[in-house]
Nanobody
Framework: QVQVVESGGASVEAGGSLTLSCQAS??????????MGWFRQAPGKEREGVAH?????????????VKGRFTISTISQHSAANAGTMYLQMTGLQPEDTAVYYC??????????????????????WGQGTQVTVSA
């Protein structure tokens, strides 16, 4: 059974930093063949893509709104080929970054396809979300 679990959300002041984690396990195939993404949804707004990365490396994409401030990374689990962890290091946080942050994943054998994936509908595994609140 696939499990995707986010952690690390918190309340911080503007200019602060946070690192979110996403632990994924139970994939049918090796973790390296999954596109892993971070999405966020603020109250009253649509869910938007923040960043994504290919489990095997490459395919890294950042939304313009977070480029230069957020860094995505991933590492597969040595003890289980079908599991891994993704991180989102967030610096220079602003009130407009306040949202529920979701981790998501889908299977693909192509890092190029992962890079080009922009729509949440392409992702079929989702976590429950973790709240990030940035106060002015």
């Amino acid at each position: 059974q696939v499990q995707v679990v986010e952690s690390g959300g918190a309340s911080v002041e503007a200019g602060g930093s946070l690192t979110l984690s996403c632990q994924a396990s139970g994939f049918r195939y090796t973790y390296n063949y999954y596109c892993m993404g971070w999405f966020r949804q603020a109250p009253g707004k649509e869910r938007e893509g923040v960043a994504h990365i290919y489990g095997g490396g490459g395919g890294t994409y950042y939304a313009d709104s977070v480029k230069g401030r957020f860094t995505i990374s991933t590492i597969s689990q040595h003890s289980a080929a079908n599991a891994g962890t993704m991180y989102l290091q967030m610096t220079g946080l602003q009130p407009e970054d306040t949202a529920v942050y979701y981790c998501a994943a889908f299977y693909t054998r192509s890092s190029d396809y992962c890079f080009a994936a922009r729509s949440s509908s392409q992702y079929n595994y989702w976590g429950q979300g973790t709240q990030v609140t940035v106060s002015a």
